[in-house]
Structure formats: structure tokens, C-alpha cells
């Protein structure tokens, strides 16, 4: 991808599960190339198996998470952690109040331990924050002590989802940050896609370059991670066509889009 487009990308993003020890070589190696990585880190086993949000608040789990810990102090690079991302999907872990409380342990090994090098990322479904959605993404908030960054993941599902309608960046995104705002914390775009309108061959390219002039309007919003992937069917990827992989690569090299994060 960076090839294609002309660039080093400023972030990389990675999935993990509740046991796998982080950071991996695969960071040390992203970062040496120019690229801040980012974790995501699941409650979830590699097995498949579920860790309970109460059992890592009641600190079941702290030996484990200290252990962690002491790994990315050592790694001393900055980086970004989510904890659990899109919890408000994932009940069978537990409740609002349990989530926020684990979120809240983590955080709080991590700074007992002194790491200083990550920025803690709570990352929320921008759909969520949809009046529509009858939820209330805020129950799930751990606190302005806890968090850094308010994540953001949010999807154009036209065409292929039924009954989805073509929806710009600008109205994925909008009552997400009209809601956070009152938070007060800068905002990233963990994740966000978009795939190709078979009766408009230059709308993904558009849709594209239309990001870039929208979050000009958003200065809250620091960085974007865009879902570069074909999953479960969906189209996601930037070169499902020449004509996206120029807008995803005009929209890269906008000057809103091309500086390197800082995540003090």
C-alpha cells in the first residue's frame, strides 16, 4: 500500500487476544520503519474463549496485565492501546459498568508500573452515538482520567448490506462528534471503510478525497486508520479498483493527513 501510494503510513494497527504477550516483534519492526504502532488488545483468549470484564476488575487477571505492562515500558517507544474496542458489541463479556471498571485496572497497572510510552484508546462504534441506535454509548465510558484518545469506528455498508443507503464520512461520523465533544479528548478514527458503488465508478474515489475536506472542519479528530481488507465478504480494500487506490492516495497526501502523530 505504501508503495502504491507514495508514502509511509504513520500508523499501524494490530488485533491481539487476552493472552498473547505484547508488544511483539512485529511492532519493534513497524516502528523501525517509521510508523507508530497501535493495539488493540481483546479480552478474548486465543482459544476463543471468553475472559470476564469482572474477573479483570476484581483483579484476577493483574499478574498478567503487570506482566504486560513491564513489557511495553521496556518496549519504550510511544504507542497507542485500545482496551477491548466496540465493547457495546461484545455483551457475553459483561456489562457497561464492568467494562468501564476493567478498562479502568488496566490503566491503572500500567501507570503503577510506570509505563509512560502508551496512549490508552476507548474506541466506540460511531453508530452508537446515533440517536436511532437506542443505546447509550456513554455508560461504557471509563472516565476522562482513564482516556486519552475517544475512539471512533464507523462504515459507508452500501451497497451490500441490505436496506444501507450511500453515507458520506460527514454523516457516519457526525452525532459521534457532536456527542464527544463535550468530553473534552482528542479524537481517532480507529477504523473506517467504504466500498465500491457498482453504478458509480468514481464514488469510492470521492468518497475518499471527501474525507480529507472533512476532517479540515474537525481538528479534534488526530488521526485515521482506514480498514484496508477484504473480511467476511466485504469489500473494504483501497485497490478494489485503480480509480479508489487514487483517491485513498490523494486523501493520504492531503496536508491534514501526512504529518506523523505525537501521542503525548
Known amino acids: 500500500v505504501e508503495r502504491a501510494i507514495g508514502r509511509t503510513l ?41 475472559v470476564p470484564w469482572r474477573d479483570i476488575a476484581g483483579g484476577i ?15 519504550g517507544a510511544p504507542m497507542y492501546l485500545t482496551f477491548h474496542h466496540e465493547p457495546e458489541d461484545d455483551e457475553a463479556f459483561g456489562t457497561p459498568s464492568e467494562f468501564a471498571s476493567a478498562f479502568q485496572r488496566v490503566v491503572r497497572i500500567f501507570r503503577e508500573h510506570g ?28 472516565g476522562t482520567d482513564f482516556v486519552d484518545f475517544i475512539g471512533l469506528d464507523g462504515y459507508n455498508w452500501y451497497p451490500l ?34 466500498m465500491e458503488d457498482p453504478n458509480d465508478p468514481d464514488r469510492k474515489a470521492d468518497w475518499f478525497r471527501e474525507v480529507a475536506k472533512t476532517v479540515r472542519d474537525w481538528p479534534r479528530i488526530k488521526g ?23 483517491g485513498y492516495a490523494d486523501m493520504a497526501h492531503s496536508r491534514w493527513l501526512s504529518t506523523r502523530p505525537n501521542v503525548t
Open 10 to 50: 504513520a500508523i499501524d494497527h494490530r488485533y491481539y487476544r487476552w493472552d498473547q504477550p505484547l508488544p511483539t516483534d512485529y511492532e519493534r519492526a513497524t516502528y523501525r520503519a517509521g510508523r507508530l504502532p497501535f493495539l488493540n488488545w481483546k479480552a478474548m483468549r486465543s482459544d476463543g474463549s471468553v
Open 61 to 75: 487477571h493483574d499478574e498478567w496485565i503487570a506482566e504486560q505492562a513491564a513489557r511495553f515500558k521496556s518496549f
Open 115 to 142: 509505563v509512560r510510552n502508551v496512549a490508552f484508546v476507548w474506541t466506540m462504534m460511531a453508530w452508537s452515538f446515533d440517536p436511532g441506535s437506542g443505546r447509550d454509548p456513554m455508560s461504557w465510558y471509563p
Open 161 to 194: 448490506r441490505e436496506g444501507s443507503t450511500w453515507r458520506s464520512f460527514h454523516e457516519i461520523m457526525s452525532p459521534a462528534m457532536a456527542s464527544v465533544k463535550a468530553v473534552g479528548k482528542p479524537v481517532f478514527v480507529v477504523e473506517f471503510g467504504v
Open 224 to 246: 485515521l486508520i482506514y480498514y484496508d481488507v477484504i473480511k467476511d465478504g466485504w469489500p473494504w480494500n483501497t485497490d478494489s479498483s485503480s480509480r479508489a487506490l487514487r
